[in-house]
Nanobody
Framework: QVQLVESGGGLVQSGGSLRLSCAAS????????MGWFRQAPGKEREFVAA???????SYSDAVKDRFTISRDNAANTVALQMNNLKPEDTAVYYC????????????????WGQGTQVTVSS
């Protein structure tokens, strides 16, 4: 059974950085598209970034040039480096694994982590 466990969330001031990590059970990070999504209170789940099974990456316009997604094949982990954080980045961040396209569609992901809270203060 596939399990995804996120870590690294927390409270940070505007302009600061955080690094989220997603540890996967089983060798899935190179077999699935791995995505990060976020959900703020009262809002729909939003695509943040994804790394295709082949290694290409994709970002939402809201985080492009600030966030970087990466993958460690040996460790079976996916990371999200978040720089220059803004208050509007505050949300619960989820790691997910899926095989459908487009990678921005959360409904195409079949495995999800429990989420980690990121709070950015102004």
């Amino acid at each position: 059974q596939v399990q995804l466990v996120e870590s690294g969330g927390g409270l940070v001031q505007s302009g600061g950085s955080l690094r989220l990590s997603c540890a996967a059970s089983g060798r899935i990070v190179t077999s699935y598209n791995m995505g990060w999504f976020r959900q703020a209170p009262g809002k729909e789940r939003e695509f943040v970034a994804a790394i295709y099974w082949g290694g290409h990456t994709s970002y939402s316009d809201a985080v492009k040039d600030r966030f970087t997604i990466s993958r460690d094949n040996a460790a079976n982990t996916v990371a999200l480096q978040m720089n220059n954080l803004k208050p509007e980045d505050t949300a619960v961040y989820y790691c997910a694994a899926g095989q459908g396209l487009p990678v921005s569609n959360h409904r195409l992901y079949v495995y999800w982590g429990q989420g980690t809270q990121v709070t950015v203060s102004s």
